[in-house]
């Protein structure tokens, strides 16, 4: 957590974005940070105890959003199954919106996280969350089971072969720096690629 919220913590966090940015995780100096900030490495160190507390201060709020998008995602779903509404209802929201919602209007920290992140705790993240949605989709689908819907086995390894292309490839838009409406395009083009599969999988035609 920072240690100082004066005015020139926004000239420190922008100092650490850069630097990040630039050169990595690894890459970077606290040295370097400093020198962009304006400011002595003693002087940074009034705003965050060190190099691994920059780097989490500058992802680890759209890490959380992005779960609580998620977990919000998940909820709406089974509420939908419950109340017996629409397949078109059931995928009126995916995963392109998670993307749309909360990761275009933070574009640099996702980039950031994503190829910036060699050397933290984060530098996993894909596996990481695809693990974690691979849980989620395994419970949802015991439940669609019960619900009585014609759910289509498959192993863990296979969804989190699945799950590992889809996420990858909504991913790589935002990853190469496309334009907003490249981005759009593309996401339309996974969706239409991807979508019949899982609802496939899930038993929903």
């Avoid at 370097?32 to 500058?58: C, N, P, Q, V, W």
């Avoid at 695809?130 to 669609?144: G, I, R, V």
Wanted: net charge negative; with cysteine; proline share 3%.
């Amino acid at each position: 957590m920072p240690r100082d919220k004066s005015l020139s913590h926004i000239r420190v966090n922008k100092a650490i974005m850069e630097e990040f940015l630039e050169k990595g995780y690894e890459g970077a100096s606290i040295r370097s940070i400093g020198a962009r900030a304006g400011m002595t490495s003693a002087g940074l160190y009034r705003h965050y105890a060190d190099k691994e507390a920059m780097f989490e201060a500058m992802v680890q709020p759209l890490v959380d959003e992005m779960k609580r998008w998620l977990k919000n995602h998940t909820n709406k779903k089974y509420d939908i199954v419950e109340g017996d509404l629409t397949q078109e209802n059931i995928f009126g929201e995916s995963f392109v919106d998670l993307i749309r919602d909360v990761i275009l209007p933070r574009r640099d920290e996702f980039i950031l996280l994503m190829t910036c992140s060699g050397g933290t705790k984060y530098e996993n993240f894909i596996h990481d969350i695809t693990e974690e949605n691979q849980k989620e989709f395994l419970d949802a689908l015991k439940y669609l089971k019960k619900k009585g819907y014609p759910v289509k086995v498959v192993t863990e390894e296979e969804l989190h072969m699945l799950l590992s292309a889809y996420l990858t490839a909504c991913f790589e838009p935002i990853i190469h720096d496309y334009d907003e409406a490249s981005i759009e395009k593309y996401l339309s083009i996974i969706q239409e690629f991807f979508m019949p599969g899982w609802m496939r999988i899930m038993g929903i035609n």
